[in-house]
């Protein structure tokens, strides 16, 4: 089992920037496609933005515009820069890395989650 190590998250004004990092085995990531969630209490966990292993990138309607995700492979990290937060941004955010190692053999690995709060 392998555990992402999520980092950056807090408490910004409204308008602020944070930026999260998740780090993991750079083996693992250089093959997975590479995702932020966020959940708040009682609610599904929503799906924020991806990248996948080519570097094409996805975003909830929601961030379009504010969000970046970006990867190092060869730092196994993967980032979210959040700018112009909302307080309906805040949510606990949770990493996930999820590929094959072959066409038998599937993972699906998460972070803990880290805490980004936006209130003023």
């Known amino acids: 089992q392998v555990q992402l190590v999520e980092s950056g998250g807090g408490l910004v004004q409204p308008g602020g920037s944070l930026r999260l990092s998740c780090a993991g085995p750079?083996?693992?990531?250089?093959?997975?496609?590479l995702n932020w969630y966020r959940q708040a209490p009682g609610t599904e966990r929503e799906l924020v933005a991806s990248?996948?292993?080519?570097?094409?990138?996805d975003y909830a309607d929601s961030v379009k515009g504010r969000f970046t995700i970006s990867r190092d492979n060869a730092q196994g990290t993967v980032y979210l820069q959040m700018n112009s937060l909302k307080a309906e941004d805040t949510d606990v955010y949770y990493c996930?890395?999820?590929?094959?190692?072959?066409?038998?053999?599937?993972?699906?690995?998460w972070g803990q989650g880290t805490q980004v709060t936006v209130s003023s």
């Open positions: 750079g083996r693992l990531f250089r093959i997975a496609d």
């Open positions: 996930n890395a999820r590929g094959a190692y072959s066409s038998e053999s599937t993972f699906d690995f």
């Open positions: 990248i996948n292993s080519h570097g094409s990138t």
